[in-house]
């Protein structure tokens, strides 16, 4: 199958400090790519959706001018967590759709001390 | 809206056992499932899905489910456990294609010993 993959896999931060995590998908192009959030043994909760050349669209709840969304090309989309602060820890996860299928990348470990 | 419900938040086998993870979901319109499987520290790796052909669904490593469109569900089955197959699965849910946003379930860990 397709392979996502995202940078960096695991990141320390200090609180005040901005976190650019990258999704790329490596063998195809991707015109709409996902950014989940999983908190500890809990589910995946959409955060948002991200266009190739356009803004994203952020579910309810989700903070746009914090979790800030930039999808450049067809195969990278970059999550930019602003001034994180402890509870923005979490495993953050992409996934880019194809016609028929969404492909995850590994996520990213944020820890925000 | 579409959700999903998992039945159980931790299911344990002996190895060689039959694994059964149920899911049932809601949805206004014909939904596509899916079944993923998440190990330790790791993105989602996609199981099987069911996108209006088959009812029955076979996936990678033995797994199938079953479309019942009378009980809304697409319960999650292997015939023999293996170690290999603790791990975390989610259910979810799309509207359409894979290509729409899907609703995950709360996820279910599955146990196997020996």
């Known amino acids: 199958g397709a392979v996502v993959s995202q940078h960096p896999s695991r990141v320390i931060c200090k609180s005040g400090t901005s976190v650019k995590i990258e999704c790329r998908s490596l063998?195809?192009?991707?015109?709409?790519m996902f950014w989940y959030r999983q908190f500890p043994k809990q589910s995946l909760m959409l955060m948002a959706t991200?266009?190739?050349?356009?803004?994203?669209?952020?579910e309810q709840g989700v903070e746009k001018d914090k979790f800030l969304i930039n999808h450049a090309s067809l195969t990278l989309s970059t999550l930019t967590v602003t001034s994180a602060h402890p509870e923005d820890s979490s495993f953050y996860i992409c996934?880019?759709?194809?016609?028929?299928?969404?492909?995850f990348g590994p996520g990213t470990r944020l820890t925000v001390l | 809206a579409q959700s999903v419900t998992q039945l159980g938040s931790h299911v344990s086998v002996s190895e060689g056992a039959l694994v059964l993870l149920r899911c049932n979901y809601s949805?206004?319109?014909?939904?596509?499932l899916f079944w993923y499987v998440q190990y330790p520290n790791q993105g989602l790796q996609l199981l099987l899905k069911?996108?209006?052909?088959?009812?029955l669904v076979k996936g990678i490593n033995g797994f199938e489910a079953e479309f019942k469109k009378s009980e809304t569900s697409f319960h999650l089955t292997k015939p023999s456990a293996h170690m290999s197959d603790a791990a975390e699965y989610f259910c979810?849910?799309?509207?359409?294609?894979?290509?729409?946003?899907?609703?995950f379930g709360t996820g279910t860990r599955l146990l196997v010993s020996p």
């Open positions: 069911y996108t209006s052909a088959a009812t």
């Open positions: 063998d195809f192009q991707a015109t709409t």
């Open positions: 991200s266009n190739e050349g356009s803004k994203a669209t952020y």
């Open positions: 979810a849910v799309s509207e359409g294609t894979g290509f729409q946003k899907l609703v």
């Open positions: 949805s206004s319109v014909p939904p596509y």
């Open positions: 996934s880019a759709g194809t016609t028929n299928e969404q492909f």
